[in-house]
């Protein structure tokens, strides 16, 4: 696996017990050193699929996943310590405080006792929530709950940063800031793998955009902010996914 | 690994601390539990041995016989007697609707003739003997008349206490017989011989029965079953199982809130997180264990009840019993969060599966008063094993090699739980 390639799927399937289908059907996906790529597709599509077996939280049928040229079955623990997931639902302890779950998450992590406590301090400034870290998240909005998801998975400074709808239900000051906030760690070099349903989000975060539906890469577009905004990645959406509904 | 174990005991620690409806699950139901069911099995322990049993008494008699009955009864422990005689507002009827009514438990009523009864029936006994004796069928008295002492039972009282004013009657009526038989034979004697001759009687009988506990001959414990020694360690037991709830309830919200699908993406596994939970609950276990033998110590004196008897016990086979305990219901709490869907069936069949596996297990009425049947089933409670493994430290001062055969279950139980949750974690991410 070269160098400046981060993530190497291949061939990857994935069928769930009492389905019809494939939810993953056969990706051949890479991801480069520093990119920042959106996974779009209807619901599904088989983009929380994909991201599962890749972070190792569920295994393939079938295909092989390597992260920095660890192999996911393997070696998971040594792809774990290189990756960060920020998941689609609030993956914090509603009974601790923001510091406690991030003590917590960073001890997991290897971390020591100043380590966390200093980007801790310097990530929930960054987040803005430094004046209520000491409360419980439970009391907290959903928007704080966000952020805080967020730079938990940042704590241990990972290569790779994956992030399932991470805007999903928020204010707009807070996705605003969590735009902000992914926008200057992929500056500094981390590789991000994003899903979402925002297509702007898309286009204004994404260096590229992959489509995915029924299991399988439909498309690609670089640089989707340089080909006419949203509503061309929209129509280019919905050209190659259809209007139908895609209700579960 | 022991950093990422500790992690996971302080955040479970942390989570307990704050979560008062828990807390109170954990340690204040159990200690009403304690208090409640060890005063409300207080009676049938004692088996009514030491308590005051309502008698209502009527002698019909008047003579030495029912005097003679109510003397006996008066002195046997259990009865508080009340005598109806003479009372002309009990009739018949109200006799029998004091009983009925569970005014009072016992009624005896003491026939018009008993003594004649008793006379002659002794005097025709003494007679045949003699007749026989001295070769003079003449002597032979005709068939004594019989009679009966009525004893009416309130229809709520169970068995074992029917059995227990049988057992008091017919003595103090064998008592009563073999005095009066003496009493013939010797004025019999008299007759034939001439002699003067004092009265005989028997006093005490010539063979008693000494009563001793196996384990004083050991150990010197003297330290019996009763209602604290049984539901001290009983409803630990129940309250460390108990556990179950708010365990396997942590594992599911961990689940549900995402935190579980953070956790697969970090180095450590599933082993890590099962030990740091088990080992945060098992220092509960032990804590718990700690408040109720003090509950039993210092509060239940408090309730009139024997207080909780450490004496002579090993304290440390009894820590290895409460880790060995707390281990196993631990690990069938992480079985069942491993098993559950979601909060609510965790919780309802994690308290039930504990409710139904601690009442065929002893935990309620010890095992040996069951039927066969339940006896052979409840053995296979792993609640059994800890009842039976806290009884050889508490009550029978065994040694460890004692604690075996309800140790090796206790540890294979929590082995194969433990199996069980990590192949469902596996088996889960496989899917």
């Given at each position: 696996m070269e160098a400046s390639v981060d993530i190497r799927v291949r061939g990857l399937l994935k069928r769930y017990r009492n389905?019809?289908?494939?939810?993953?059907?056969g990706i051949d996906l890479d991801v480069r050193r520093g990119e920042f790529l959106g996974l779009l597709g209807p619901n599904g599509a088989g983009k929380t699929s994909l991201i599962s077996i890749i972070t190792g939280v569920r295994r393939a049928t079938d295909g092989t996943v390597q992260v920095q040229g660890h192999d996911i079955a393997a070696q998971p623990d040594k792809v774990h310590g290189c990756i960060g997931l920020v998941p689609q639902?609030?993956?914090?302890?509603?009974?601790?405080?923001a510091r406690e779950n991030m003590a917590f998450f960073g001890r997991l992590h290897g971390l020591d006792g100043k380590t966390i406590r200093e980007r801790s301090e310097r990530l929930l400034e960054l987040a803005g929530l430094s004046a209520r870290a000491?409360?419980?998240?439970?009391?907290?909005s959903g928007g704080m709950q966000r952020r805080l998801n967020l730079i938990t998975a940042l704590l241990h400074e990972p290569a790779i940063l994956f992030l399932d709808?991470?805007?999903?239900?928020?204010?707009v000051q807070s996705r605003a800031a969590i735009w902000t906030l992914l926008e200057q760690i992929n500056k500094a070099g981390t590789t991000i793998v994003y899903t979402s349903h925002h297509l702007e989000e898309a286009e204004r975060l994404c260096s590229r955009v992959v489509i995915v539906d029924h299991g399988r890469v439909v498309s690609e577009v670089e640089r989707?902010?340089?080909?006419?905004g949203a509503a061309r990645l929209e129509e280019i959406f919905l050209g190659l996914t259809g209007t139908e509904y895609r209700d579960r | 690994m022991l950093t990422r174990i500790l992690a996971h005991i302080r955040k479970e620690l942390l989570m307990l601390r704050r979560d008062r409806g828990g807390l109170a699950l954990l340690y204040l139901m159990p200690v009403c539990l304690v208090c409640i069911m060890a005063v409300v099995q207080d009676a049938p322990f004692r088996d009514f041995s030491e308590k005051q049993v309502h008698l209502l008494f009527r002698d019909l008699d008047g003579g030495a016989v029912g005097k003679g009955i109510k003397e006996g009864l008066e002195q046997a422990g259990p009865f508080q007697l009340t005598d109806a005689t003479?009372?002309?507002?009990?009739t018949e009827n109200a006799f029998l609707d004091l009983i009925r009514k569970g005014d009072y438990q016992v009624g005896i009523t003491v026939p018009v003739n008993a003594s004649t009864v008793m006379s002659s029936g002794s005097a025709a006994a003494v007679s045949k003997l003699f007749g026989e004796i001295s070769g003079d069928d003449g002597a032979r008295a005709s068939s004594p008349d019989s009679a009966f002492v009525v004893v009416l039972i309130d229809?709520?009282?169970k068995q074992a206490f029917r059995e227990l004013v049988n057992s008091h009657l017919s003595r103090v009526l064998a008592g009563l017989g073999s005095d009066r038989l003496l009493a013939d034979m010797t004025a019999q004697v008299q007759a034939l011989t001439g002699k003067e001759l004092g009265p005989l009687k028997v006093?005490?009988?010539f063979i008693g029965v000494q009563q001793r506990l196996a384990s004083n001959e050991v150990s010197g414990n003297r330290v019996a079953i009763d209602s604290t020694q049984h539901n001290v360690p009983a409803w630990t037991i129940f309250a460390m199982f108990f556990t179950v709830v708010l365990l396997a309830g942590n594992m599911v919200k961990e689940r549900d809130s995402g935190c579980m699908v953070r956790l697969l993406t970090m180095p450590g596994g599933a082993s890590e997180r099962i030990a740091g939970r088990m080992s945060a609950f098992l220092l509960v276990c032990v804590t718990q264990a700690a408040l109720l033998f003090l509950i039993g110590i210092l509060v239940l004196p408090l309730l009139g009840l024997s207080p909780f008897n450490l004496q002579h016990v090993d304290l440390l086979m009894l820590l290895v019993v409460t880790l060995a305990v707390g281990a196993a219901a631990t690990s069938y709490g992480v079985l069942v969060g491993s098993f559950s869907a979601t909060q609510q069936r965790s919780a309802v069949f994690g308290s039930t599966s504990v409710v139904i596996l601690s009442a065929i297990g002893?935990?309620?009425?010890?095992?040996?008063?069951?039927?066969d049947a339940m006896r052979a089933f409840g053995r296979l409670s792993p609640l059994n094993w800890s009842m039976e493994a806290y009884n050889v430290v508490l009550?029978?001062?065994?040694?460890?090699?004692?604690?075996a055969p309800f140790l090796l279950p206790l540890l294979v139980f929590t082995a194969v739980c433990i199996a069980v949750a990590i192949f469902a974690e596996r088996i889960t991410a496989s899917r």
């Open positions: 389905s019809a289908g494939n939810a993953v059907d639902d609030i993956a914090l302890y509603e009974m601790l405080t000491d409360e419980l998240i439970g009391q907290w709808e991470p805007t999903v239900g928020i204010d989707p902010g340089a080909h006419g | 003479g009372d002309t507002a009990i229809p709520a009282v006093q005490e009988p002893g935990i309620w009425v010890p095992l040996y008063i069951m039927p009550l029978r001062n065994g040694k460890f090699g004692e604690l």
